[in-house]
């Protein structure tokens, strides 16, 4: 009791390469139960038994004891010294992007295919299954971190491209409904994958195309387009077919020849350009080549080190190292310095501690002092009426961009790194972003899978005396969304977004620090098997590309940038081209240009994180010849994090969807995957003499549903499976088209667990912040 407070005793059975022998294990395991439990004849108080995690909580809570309660979580976890599992946060890099660019495609094929009212005549439903299929099974816990064999990572990639591909013949069968306006052949969409590498079949050499862009969110947008295109002057209507968009044309950037497949050849240029979508909708913009159109062609500005937008401005040094960063809204300033280091990892047998490697798990470094990576040159600025950037080369293998943007208000850092170099041993790529005299005093925030932000502080931990034995990673945590540093007299913040799950933590004073890409030539010995040594497309290592996302702001400003922005970065814009030889007056003549799945308006807090088509003998009873849709909403505010939005709001969802009448809802738990009402949750007793357990307001008026989305706490959610996870309340509701108005409507809850089509285990959200 002293150390468990209870008498029931828990002892986990399984592990990696364990119980292989079932029959030897059971075998020994019977006879141990059966001799300890013999020794109660002679006073033995001791009984040992089979059971399982959910028979083992209802013995401890039938103790109707009190329990302590823990808020923090067990990141960084070590399994001895010197062996903290922190180098998975960022292993294999590519694939934690790839798959987290389809788990958001995903979220966007449901709703079309929701939108359009798809039906499976076709097998639109079964590509949607295929692609959660293939994103699922990318969550797996030797796939997400990256912690497989290479050929293991081939087939993960092969199944997520063939997933990738059936969601978007769903996406062209919801846009064959959703644009045509009477009987016209459908405008096929063309999909460039390798759009992020400048390639693009669609664009590259066209005259005249269509970029279709679907917005995900339930709010409006402005979404940047970056199209590769071979030409210099092209004029960008907007979806009314004849307003001129402001449009650059930018070089594209040389890169090694490992980030693209072999024999693809870029576009010369990019075309870029500012589309406004509507929410959970799309806009079509058209493209035409016109040599009369009279356009500042971009150039290098050797005289210039300022690149600006309306609400930031980034300052460079002569040799091309940032230097200042400006928010002009509040004219605030930092002098920020960027720069990219590696570390050495450190090689070993793994017999011991002191010999442990740095591996696909194990983040280990030689030294605490990682080797800085001076740039060589600096090719300059370029400025243009979208965006202007700095262009840096570091090496051979590390080249950034840094962008502003005109109309927002971060700026972005787009580095590319690889193939890293190996002749010397492996290396930990890092960038740090430090701004002097901050004073954050080792205080950092890191978010937990997207959503509560946790305070981090070097060399501790909330839960238990920490002691460090590695003074680098033992203080990484893992960062899905994003990591924030505050100033020393918490006025100020300075935020960095990611694209994809990284490691990352404050080791110095105003630095925030993040690993980008990592080559290693030794295992770790934890069940890979071989190095962390990917070959990328080339055979000559892996080349990535990714970005970061830069806001400095006051801290009472900077939470609204901030949420809003992650989920852009999460649910972006997904582009489709056409090459449809209608002017642009007969195409919307035959095609709607402009279209929004929303006829009502969410609240700015609120967030629309699940609408799909569901299954007909799901959790509770569909109505005859009813279809049942799945929907959650999260109110993306910390309770006290915002002194506006971090507010309970109410909205009206009945009337809320274009042609989705919402007549009956039923309220789901957690997992959707039975009835709120048929759950009886347990009820605990903590040492803070209350019940950790906590309420979502519903408010039900006549025939119309009015929800509260509260941001609440971490709470217990119980996933009708042994045992308990942790996730906090958003909304939830089962709804049905087609029924009779004056059916009483019964509320709504809330989850944050994804459904893969229809198995009774729920899949979390884990793929999406990764």
Known sequence: QGWYGTDHVIAT??????????????????????????????????????????????????DNRSYTTKSDDFFPYANRNHTYWTGFYTSRPAQKYYTRQLSAFLQGVKQMASLARLDNSVGSLDNVHKLAT?????????AITGTEKQLVAYDYAQRLSVGQAAGQRTVNEAYAILMNKGEATPVQQVFCNYRNVSVCSASGRASNFQVTMYNPLAWPVQYTARVPVDGQNYKVLSDDGHTVVPSDIFSVKAAPPGIRPKGMQPSLNELVFSANLPPLGFATYFVQLDDTVLRWTSETKKDSYTIRGKYVEVQFAEDGYVKQLTNLVTNMTAPLTQNFYYYEPFEGDNHSPLNQSSGAYIFRPKSEKPVKINITTFEGIFKGSVVQ???????????????????????????????????????????????????????????????????????????????????????????????????????????????????????????????????????????????????????????????HYLLLDTVENSARQFRPLAQRIFMSGQPSFSASPLSPPDYMELFTTRWSGLVGKLPEQVHLLTLERFRVDGPVSSPSGSVPYLVRFEHIYEANEDSKLSVPVTFDIKDLFRDLLFVDATELALGGNIAAADVHRLQWKTKAGRDDTFLLIKKIQNANIQANADYLPIVPRDDNCDGYSFERVTGHAEAHADRDPADQLQGLTGSTVELNKWTGKPLTRAQSLL
């Open 134 to 142: 293939s994103v699922s099974l990318a969550q797996h816990h030797d």
């Open 389 to 547: 950037e700095a262009r840096q080369v570091f090496n051979s293998w590390v080249t950034q961009v840094v962008r502003v943007y005109m109309d927002e208000p971060y700026v972005e850092f787009e580095w590319t790194i690889g193939p890293i170099p190996e002749s010397d041993g492996g290396k930990e790529l890092i960038t740090r972003y430090s701004i002097p005299g901050w004073g954050n005093n080792g205080v950092f925030y890191t978010d937990s899978n997207g959503r509560e932000m946790l305070q981090r502080r070097l060399n501790y931990r909330p839960s238990w005396r920490a002691v460090i034995d590695e003074p680098v990673a033992g203080n990484y945590f893992p960062v899905d969304a994003l990591i924030n540093i505050k100033s020393g007299d918490s006025k100020r913040q300075l935020t960095v977004l990611v694209d994809r799950s990284e490691g990352g933590s404050s080791l110095n004073d105003g630095e925030i620090e993040l690993m980008l890409h990592r080559r290693l030539l030794v295992d770790d010995k934890f069940g890979v098997g071989e190095a962390l040594d990917e070959p990328g497309l080339d055979g000559k290592g892996l080349v990535v590309r990714g970005s």
């Open 13 to 62: 059975m399984g592990s990696d390469f364990n119980y292989v022998d079932s029959l030897l294990n059971f075998k020994q395991i019977d006879k141990l139960i059966q001799y300890v439990n013999a020794r109660q004849a002679n006073g033995s108080k001791v009984n040992l038994l089979y059971s399982t995690p959910s028979c083992y909580l209802k013995s401890v809570h039938d």
